[in-house]
């Protein structure tokens, strides 16, 4: 059986890769545990300068986490929840604390779990092949992995626009939202990791000064052509006033954006609204302990979580029934009881 991540070390590089490539390298709790324990190795090994890390095979840099798993046991005493968004998250903010130059390399599709082993880290490379998006309204949960933290602090709206609709960005539009820190061809990677391991590397500066030898200009980024309806809608204090902007602009990226938000889990649109407004005034840390009284709370009840799985992961049919399935029978308390401390205590990091 091969191992679901591999780890090495070549002349003060350390590299990461996360090896499932026939599930686009999602991320289980025993990799997430590894990742972990070698970060923290690493960190005080004096002989590794820099990290990088990558996802085998063609397809992905890693398409989230295993959330079949914990659909599969059920929300009754559901263990695997809290232990693998435990391990997750606490690698995600060793992560986020790395102090060496941590390189990601995003040839390929980034989602969910995907984009909390790259975002935290000091360098995001972008390719042609790069697939972006926090899709997790549409399965009932949260753009989880540190999202409260990133999400809110990218320019504009921009976040919540990501959070809410899981859109989907590409290279360009990554650049441009500042999730990716540099653009670089999909057939120049290898040289660049070539590159790494011969210079004799030894901080944040000479990784950017390397990068830059090989970084391109992705060109004209689409998204910005609807920046300013994106930052007036999602700049809205609630979901109903999103919804209500968005019906009164006469424009296609509007309608489209509507009808996608019409397709969401109506609790967790409420719940994500509120997670990224606290969010975007907590340090870092603490994002990621609320986000595990988040995640809690929705894996120990019959949520919309396991119906928004099953109907995108399991059955595929594509057609959840959310409960309930309208915003407007989604009240305050219930969002507000997302955000309470797990009865065994919180996410210690």
């Given at each position: 059986?091969?191992?679901?991540?591999?780890?090495?070390?070549?002349?003060?590089?350390?590299?990461?890769?996360?090896?499932?490539?026939?599930?686009?390298?999602?991320?289980?709790?025993?990799?997430?545990?590894?990742?972990d324990?070698?970060?923290?190795?690493?960190?005080?090994?004096?002989?590794?300068?820099?990290?990088?890390?990558?996802?085998?095979?063609?397809?992905?840099?890693?398409?989230?986490?295993?959330?079949?798993?914990?659909?599969?046991?059920?929300?009754?005493?559901?263990?695997?929840?809290?232990?693998?968004?435990?391990?997750?998250?606490?690698?995600?903010?060793?992560?986020?604390?790395?102090?060496k130059?941590?390189i990601?390399?995003?040839?390929?599709?980034?989602?969910?779990?995907?984009?909390?082993?790259?975002?935290?880290?000091?360098?995001?490379?972008?390719?042609?092949?790069?697939?972006?998006?926090?899709?997790?309204?549409?399965?009932?949960?949260?753009?989880?992995?540190g999202?409260s933290?990133?999400?809110?602090?990218?320019?504009?709206?921009?976040?919540?626009?990501?959070?809410?609709?899981g859109?989907?960005?590409?290279?360009?539009?990554?650049?441009?939202?500042?999730i990716?820190?540099?653009?670089i061809?999909?057939?120049?990677?290898?040289?660049?990791?070539?590159?790494?391991?011969?210079?004799?590397?030894?901080?944040?500066?000479?990784?950017?000064?390397?990068?830059?030898?090989?970084?391109?200009?992705?060109?004209?980024?689409?998204?910005?052509?609807?920046?300013?309806?994106?930052?007036?809608?999602?700049?809205?204090?609630?979901?109903?006033?999103?919804?209500?902007?968005?019906?009164?602009?006469?424009?296609?990226?509007?309608?489209?954006?509507?009808?996608?938000?019409?397709?969401?889990?109506?609790?967790?649109?409420?719940?994500?609204?509120e997670?990224?407004?606290?969010?975007?005034?907590?340090?870092?840390?603490?994002?990621m302990?609320?986000?595990?009284?988040?995640?809690?709370?929705?894996?120990?009840?019959?949520?919309?979580?396991?119906?928004?799985?099953?109907?995108?992961?399991?059955d595929?049919?594509?057609n959840?029934?959310?409960?309930?399935?309208?915003?407007?029978?989604?009240?305050?308390?219930?969002?507000?009881?997302?955000?309470?401390t797990?009865?065994?205590?919180?996410?210690?990091?």
């Amino acid at each position: 059986m091969n191992e679901e991540i591999l780890f090495s070390q070549d002349t003060g590089v350390g590299v990461i890769t996360l090896n499932r490539p026939d599930v686009l390298n999602a991320l289980s709790t025993d990799m997430c545990l590894k990742l972990d324990e070698q970060l923290k190795e690493w960190e005080a090994n004096d002989e590794i300068n820099i990290v990088i890390i990558e996802g085998a095979g063609e397809k992905a840099f890693c398409a989230g986490g295993d959330v079949r798993s914990i659909v599969e046991q059920g929300y009754q005493e559901n263990v695997i929840a809290k232990e693998f968004f435990a391990t997750e998250y606490k690698m995600n903010a060793r992560i986020h604390h790395f102090s060496k130059p941590f390189i990601a390399l995003l040839d390929g599709i980034v989602m969910g779990g995907g984009v909390g082993v790259s975002i935290h880290g000091s360098h995001r490379i972008v390719t042609e092949k790069t697939l972006f998006a926090m899709p997790e309204s549409a399965i009932g949960l949260i753009p989880d992995v540190g999202g409260s933290y990133f999400l809110p602090r990218l320019p504009g709206s921009l976040g919540r626009y990501l959070g809410l609709t899981g859109a989907r960005l590409k290279g360009s539009d990554i650049l441009y939202a500042g999730i990716g820190t540099a653009y670089i061809s999909s057939d120049k990677i290898n040289d660049l990791v070539v590159a790494l391991k011969k210079e004799n590397i030894a901080s944040h500066d000479d990784v950017d000064q390397l990068i830059a030898k090989f970084a391109e200009d992705p060109g004209y980024a689409p998204i910005d052509e609807f920046r300013d309806l994106i930052d007036a809608a999602f700049s809205e204090l609630t979901v109903e006033d999103v919804f209500e902007h968005l019906s009164e602009i006469d424009h296609d990226w509007a309608r489209e954006t509507h009808a996608v938000l019409k397709k969401m889990s109506p609790i967790s649109l409420k719940v994500i609204t509120e997670q990224l407004n606290r969010g975007g005034k907590l340090e870092f840390d603490d994002c990621m302990i609320m986000e595990y009284r988040i995640v809690c709370a929705i894996s120990a009840y019959d949520s919309d979580f396991y119906e928004g799985v099953r109907a995108v992961l399991i059955d595929k049919d594509h057609n959840p029934n959310w409960m309930p399935d309208s915003l407007g029978d989604v009240n305050h308390e219930m969002v507000l009881a997302h955000f309470n401390t797990p009865s065994d205590g919180d996410l210690t990091l």
